[in-house]
């Protein structure tokens, strides 16, 4: 890993997530943060460490434990692609959805989609960033692994509908998906799915939306 | 599969809710206040000096998620294994205030209601990245309900320090600055324990169990044998008093003597 601070950063997050107590994992995070907040005025700061993350070579980022992906994920998540040039942003979306590959298969993917949501914040128009994960996986993955790589974005997707008292943004991006998903079905099979499950009402949110594409 | 529809369980969370707030009033609100204590390791005394701010913790491990972890100063000395500095401070309470009693019955509507989330429940269910999607559940269900605090009965003890049965533990949410799908917060410190202060220093030391569940107390049965001792009944007022002479500008510390 060419950057150092950043792989002692990771191997730092790894060690007090799996290991001695939660207590002390904690007291050690926060002396982290202080650190970090310390660091602004250098430019070793979170930005600096986010950027430097999404910069590794994919083979350093294979590297790396779920716990360390969940970490930065969730990082991007709180903090926001930090720009408004929407070609800085489109392609600090298109690495993060990038990790979402990457990373393997593990609870760090709904916070990759977390993040790109976080990204849509500002958006005005234009489809989704999550879509980006979609767009991706159907760009480099064989057609026979659609269906289950797929799967985990679309899930997310419905948890933070359900989750989340502001699901607004969250109902707009799996509408996104499910315009993409006209031929292919995956998204729409799971939403009825997730309909049955939760016993929602055909007034309910994600009903309305499936109801759209079934005219 | 769950048994029976979301919105079902959900409406009997917001009422347990309405319940659990009416306990919390009655029990640990005096007037507006909710009076707490937080107990940390001496080698953050200094930076805590300088701010005087309860930090949110934010590590997966963590009983309720992301948040500030106190007890109230109703339970003096059940937190004390986790540092030798006791810092006090209020967490301010109103009517619109929501509480959330996380036992019983409040702990099957939970756990009912996790089932609906098929991403974080399958990873909690069936991989080693438990933590991780636990974290991401509690956070989300005390989001989603609104929820300022949890309160929950100790889940590490000790026996002549902390009583699981009658002890309460507390995680008060703050998510300033989180966005509405962001899974967690970070570490950083909270503004919504007012007027910290240090008010304590545990002379008792403490060793964790392999299983991190017990923690043994040394000095105590060195000091006293086997016998249990009373808890000193005056420690409470003796806690208030440190803190209104602190606040007033005196620098003595309560020694909680083991």
Same mark, same amino acid.
């Given at each position: 890993?060419?950057?150092?601070?950043?792989?002692?950063?990771?191997r730092y997050i790894?060690?007090h997530f799996r290991?001695?107590?939660?207590a002390?994992?904690?007291?050690?995070?926060e $002396?982290?943060?202080?650190?970090?907040?310390?660091?602004c %005025?250098t430019?070793?700061?979170?930005r600096?460490? @986010?950027?430097?993350? !999404?910069g590794?070579?994919n083979?350093?980022?294979q590297?790396?434990?779920p716990?360390v992906?969940?970490?930065?994920?969730?990082?991007w998540?709180?903090?926001g692609?930090g720009t408004?040039?929407?070609?800085?942003?489109?392609?600090l979306g298109?690495r993060?959805?990038?990790?979402?590959l990457?990373a393997?298969?593990?609870?760090?993917?709904?916070?990759?989609?977390?993040?790109l949501l976080a990204f849509d914040q500002?958006r005005?128009?234009g489809?989704?960033?999550a879509t980006r994960? $979609?767009?991706?996986?159907?760009r480099i993955?064989?057609? %026979?692994a659609h269906a289950t790589?797929?799967?985990? @974005?679309?899930e997310a !997707?419905?948890?933070?509908?359900?989750?989340t008292a502001?699901?607004?943004?969250v109902?707009?991006?799996?509408g996104?998906?499910a315009?993409?998903?006209?031929?292919?079905?995956?998204?729409?099979?799971?939403?009825r799915e997730?309909i049955?499950?939760v016993?929602e009402e055909r007034e309910?949110?994600v009903?309305?939306?499936?109801a759209?594409?079934?005219? | 599969m769950?048994?029976?529809?979301?919105?079902?369980?959900e409406h009997?969370?917001q009422?347990?809710?309405i319940?659990?707030?009416g306990t919390?009033?009655?029990?640990?609100?005096?007037?507006?206040?909710?009076?707490?204590?937080k107990?940390m390791?001496?080698?953050?005394l200094?930076?805590?000096?300088?701010?005087k701010r309860?930090?949110i913790s934010?590590t997966?491990?963590f009983?309720?998620g992301?948040?500030?972890?106190?007890t109230?100063?109703?339970?003096?000395?059940?937190?004390?294994?986790y540092?030798?500095?006791?810092?006090m401070?209020?967490?301010?309470?109103?009517?619109?205030?929501?509480?959330?009693?996380?036992?019983?019955?409040g702990?099957d509507l939970?756990?009912?209601?996790i089932q609906?989330?098929r991403?974080?429940?399958?990873?909690?269910a069936?991989?080693?990245?438990?933590?991780l999607?636990?974290?991401?559940l509690?956070n989300?269900?005390?989001r989603?309900?609104k929820?300022?605090?949890v309160f929950?009965p100790?889940?590490?003890v000790?026996q002549?320090?902390?009583n699981p049965?009658?002890?309460?533990?507390?995680?008060v949410s703050d998510w300033?600055g989180?966005?509405?799908?962001?899974?967690?917060?970070r570490p950083v410190?909270?503004?919504?324990i007012?007027?910290?202060?240090?008010?304590a220093?545990?002379?008792?030391?403490?060793?964790e169990?392999?299983?991190?569940?017990?923690?043994?107390?040394?000095f105590?049965?060195?000091?006293?044998g086997?016998t249990l001792m009373?808890?000193?009944?005056?420690?409470q007022?003796d806690?208030?008093?440190?803190?209104?002479?602190?606040?007033a500008?005196?620098?003595?510390v309560v020694r909680i003597?083991?």
């Amino acid at each position: 890993m060419p950057d150092l601070y950043t792989s002692l950063t990771a191997r730092y997050i790894e060690e007090h997530f799996r290991g001695v107590s939660p207590a002390a994992s904690d007291v050690a995070l926060e $002396w982290m943060e202080l650190q970090l907040a310390a660091s602004c %005025e250098t430019g070793a700061d979170e930005r600096y460490l @986010l950027e430097q993350y !999404l910069g590794l070579t994919n083979d350093e980022l294979q590297a790396l434990p779920p716990p360390v992906h969940a970490w930065f994920l969730e990082r991007w998540a709180l903090a926001g692609p930090g720009t408004d040039d929407p070609e800085g942003v489109a392609q600090l979306g298109e690495r993060i959805a990038t990790m979402y590959l990457l990373a393997g298969p593990g609870i760090h993917q709904a916070a990759a989609v977390a993040a790109l949501l976080a990204f849509d914040q500002k958006r005005e128009q234009g489809p989704s960033h999550a879509t980006r994960i $979609w767009d991706l996986v159907t760009r480099i993955v064989p057609v %026979e692994a659609h269906a289950t790589t797929l799967a985990p @974005l679309i899930e997310a !997707l419905l948890d933070f509908v359900y989750l989340t008292a502001e699901n607004g943004a969250v109902l707009r991006a799996l509408g996104d998906i499910a315009r993409r998903d006209a031929h292919t079905r995956y998204a729409l099979e799971l939403m009825r799915e997730r309909i049955a499950m939760v016993g929602e009402e055909r007034e309910g949110p994600v009903a309305r939306l499936v109801a759209t594409f079934e005219q | 599969m769950p048994s029976r529809p979301q919105a079902a369980v959900e409406h009997d969370i917001q009422e347990w809710c309405i319940t659990s707030s009416g306990t919390f009033q009655k029990t640990y609100v005096e007037t507006d206040k909710v009076w707490v204590l937080k107990y940390m390791p001496a080698r953050f005394l200094k930076s805590f000096l300088s701010a005087k701010r309860m930090s949110i913790s934010a590590t997966p491990g963590f009983t309720w998620g992301d948040g500030i972890y106190v007890t109230p100063l109703l339970h003096p000395y059940s937190t004390m294994m986790y540092g030798r500095a006791g810092v006090m401070g209020w967490l301010p309470w109103t009517s619109r205030q929501q509480a959330y009693d996380a036992t019983g019955r409040g702990l099957d509507l939970y756990l009912e209601w996790i089932q609906y989330f098929r991403g974080p429940y399958k990873y909690l269910a069936t991989t080693l990245h438990a933590n991780l999607a636990n974290r991401a559940l509690r956070n989300a269900f005390r989001r989603k309900f609104k929820i300022d605090v949890v309160f929950f009965p100790p889940d590490q003890v000790n026996q002549a320090y902390v009583n699981p049965s009658t002890d309460r533990w507390l995680v008060v949410s703050d998510w300033s600055g989180a966005g509405p799908q962001a899974p967690g917060q970070r570490p950083v410190q909270s503004d919504r324990i007012k007027e910290c202060e240090w008010v304590a220093m545990v002379e008792e030391e403490f060793e964790e169990s392999v299983w991190k569940v017990h923690y043994s107390d040394l000095f105590r049965p060195v000091l006293h044998g086997t016998t249990l001792m009373p808890q000193n009944p005056m420690l409470q007022s003796d806690l208030r008093n440190a803190y209104s002479q602190k606040r007033a500008g005196s620098q003595g510390v309560v020694r909680i003597e083991a």
